[in-house]
């Protein structure tokens, strides 16, 4: 079955550490994004990439790092520049930027300890 | 930026009760999206769509594009529909154009 596979769904982090999710698609679409997800917030952007090998910031995009080095595959790395890391975070696709259905992983939660 | 507001921000109602979930936009759009979040995290797309109505099975999406405002219904309503349901909007051409709502968080009691 085509879908959004995203790993690990549960991560703990030491103040100072990067790390790194994945997020693995099937569907063959062009667009993949990450999301940010607070309690009492709507998702916000993180990045977005239409193409392979490109890439753009999102709305709060400082702290964050990824790549788009084939077209099934976009992780995130969460730096230790990002200010208040904890959170829940969401993969998306779509054929082409904001053009039909979208598809969402399962999310992955990042807890700083 | 669009600004998106949904209505209400939690709702708790019983078995088979008909549900109506709102939501508001202030800026033009192409497109609308209503997404539902399970408890568990993870987010399924529901009904895309740029007017008139949408429906698939107990599910009924509107939208009238003058007032800026989609309605989400749920008929004969089951607990197994308790879920986050979110809101999105399209109002540019690239990713950065997509705007979500905070959710309504719905739960069915038995």
């Known amino acids: 079955d085509g879908g959004i596979t995203q790993s690990p769904k549960y991560l703990f982090r030491k103040e100072g550490q990067n790390v790194t999710l994945s997020c693995e698609q099937n569907l063959n679409h062009d667009a993949m994004y990450w999301y940010r997800q607070d309690p009492g917030q709507g998702l916000r952007l993180i990045y977005y990439s239409q193409i392979v090998n490109d890439f753009q910031k999102g709305d709060i995009a400082e702290g964050y790092s990824v790549s788009r080095e084939k077209k099934e595959s976009f992780p995130l790395t969460v730096t230790s520049a990002q200010k208040n890391p904890t959170a829940f975070y969401l993969c998306a696709s779509s054929i082409t930027p904001n053009t039909g259905e979208l598809f969402f992983g399962e999310g992955s939660r990042l807890t700083v300890l | 930026k669009n600004e998106v507001e949904q209505s209400p921000q939690n709702l708790t109602a019983q078995e088979g009760e008909f549900i109506t979930i709102n939501c508001s936009y202030s800026v033009g759009i192409s497109a609308l999206h209503w997404l539902q979040q399970h408890p568990g995290g993870g987010i399924v797309s529901l009904f895309m769509?740029?007017?008139g109505k949408k429906k698939h099975g107990r599910l009924i999406a509107t939208i009238n594009i003058q007032e800026k405002h989609s309605s989400l219904h749920i008929t004969a309503s089951h607990p197994r529909d308790s879920a986050v349901y979110i809101c999105a909007v399209v109002s540019g051409g690239g990713a950065d154009g997509l705007t979500f709502g905070k959710g309504t968080h719905l739960i069915i009691q038995p």
């Open positions: 769509l740029s007017s």
